[in-house]
Each structure stands twice: as C-alpha cells, then as structure tokens.
C-alpha cells in the first residue's frame, strides 16, 4: 500500500472526512443567515465530529480487543485522545446556550452507542438510527452557529432546521442501502421496510421538498437557488447510482462531500 492510499484510508477511517462534511454543512447556514462561523465554535465542531463518530464506530472494539489493536486503531485512538483535548479547550470558548446544546447532543451520542435501563442502546431501537443521526446532525450544523452568534431562534431558523433534518435523512439514504445485508432484520431500516427502490425515490421526494423550500419560503437570490439545484441534482444522481452491493468508499468517500461541494461552491462563488 503506497503512502498516499494509506492516508487516504486514514482520511476516511478515522472520521476525518465525515468532520469536514459536517464543518461543511455550519459554514453553509452561517453563510444562509449571515453570520461570522467563530473560529472556536468551528475547531470544537471539528474535534467533537471526529472524537463523536470514532467513539460510536469503535468503542466495541477497543473496549474488547484493546491488548490486540492493530496500529491502524492505535493510530484513530491517538487521534480521537487529540481532539478530546481539543473539544476540552475549545468548549469554555462557547456561550452558555451553545453549551446547553452541545451536552444534550453528547448526551445523545453517549447514549447512542451505550445502553440504558432496558434498552440495549440508541442505535438498536427499531427504526431509530437514521431519525437519530438527521437530528443530531440537524442540531449541529444549523442550531450551534445560529446560538453561538447570539440570534434568536425564530421561524426561519426552524425551517432551515427542517429543512436541514431533511437533507441529512437523505444522505443517510445511500449508507441505509450499502448495510442492507448487514443490519439486524430487527433494526428495520427503510430499505429493510419499504425496498430500494421506494428508498430512492424517497430520496428524490426529499431532494424536491428542499427544492421547494428554497424557492417559496426562504426565497432566496437567484445564484443561490441555481447552486442549490445543482446540489440537489448531485445528491439525487448519488443516490440514483447507489450500488446494491456493498461499496466501501461510494458512501462513506463521494456521498459525504456532497456537503464540502457545496460550500467549496458558496465560499468561490457566493
């Protein structure tokens, strides 16, 4: 394996990449409401991504096997113990609503991947899991740089959080499909229930929702609506192409950076 596709592995591996995306999705809504994206509150959300999703993907393994960890594991876990660090020094920096915010989503990750009273965990209830993770997100990239910049909380902040919860279930849509074959039947994901083929339009009704949105309720400038559009379109040709059988890097590498995508484009052209 030459260097390059080690850190590219290691890119993806150790959550990097999805901590972007989610960077990504704040830059854009601070971009939306027109608001400064503090530096503090985007190196925590940075940190948190990375510490959050390597904790929910690797906390069985190293809690079990942590005398037989592979370098690679030993390598995420010295990345995680860095941005724990980091999510340390860079909370005292937040406000205290935004602190309030961020504790019940750590909250809810915490609880996610443990178990409590007499349920095994978050992640296991029937037909939870993605509704999770779209709120999380949700609350994340819309709701922490709103409160952070003192704005309050009014009906057009509410509806890019729907709008947001939205975009992030059908981005879920492709990993839904690619675990298909490997969720517990009990889980009774939306691909385990209504097909692949229903999962993907359900996608695209999701994608012209957004669309919809844009045009006659947030009304946004011309050029915003056009480079939305194009993001829709991205998103729903991805989902289009989603394979059925199990592609490591489609999802987890090109269904990701959608987000980056699109404030790579607002940040060049807006």
Not at 138 to 148: A, F, I, P, R
Request: proline share 2%; glycine share 4%; hydrophobic share 55%.
């Amino acid at each position: 394996m030459n260097l390059i596709e080690r850190l590219f592995k290691f890119y993806i591996n150790s959550s990097l990449h999805i901590a972007v995306s989610v960077v990504s999705l704040c830059f854009i809504t601070t971009h939306t409401f027109e608001i400064s994206f503090a530096k503090n509150l985007k190196w925590f959300i940075l940190f948190a991504s990375v510490l959050g999703y390597n904790y929910i993907k690797y906390f069985g393994i190293s809690k079990f096997y942590y005398r037989s960890l592979t370098n690679k594991l030993k390598e995420i876990q010295i990345l995680s113990g860095l941005c724990f660090l980091g999510v340390c020094v860079s909370f005292f920096g937040l406000n205290t609503a935004t602190k309030l915010i961020v504790l019940f989503l750590g909250a809810v990750t915490f609880f996610y991947e443990i178990p409590f009273e007499k349920v095994e965990s978050l992640r296991k209830v029937r037909g939870l899991k993605i509704y999770i993770i779209a709120l999380v997100w949700s609350l994340t990239t819309v709701l922490l740089g709103v409160v952070n910049a003192g704005i309050d909380i009014d009906t057009k902040v509410l509806l890019k959080l729907f709008e947001r919860f939205i975009f992030v279930f059908v981005l879920m849509l492709p990993f839904e499909i690619r675990d298909l074959d490997l969720d517990d039947i009990r889980l009774s994901t939306i691909p385990q229930k209504i097909g692949i083929v229903k999962t993907k339009q359900l996608g695209f009704f999701g994608l012209f929702l957004i669309e919809l949105l844009e045009l006659f309720i947030f009304k946004q400038p011309k050029a915003v609506v056009v480079l939305t559009t194009f993001i829709m379109l991205v998103t729903a040709f991805l989902i289009f192409k989603t394979p059925v059988k199990r592609n490591i890097y489609y999802a987890a590498f090109w269904v990701e950076a959608v987000p980056v995508l699109w404030a790579s484009l607002i940040w060049f052209f807006l």
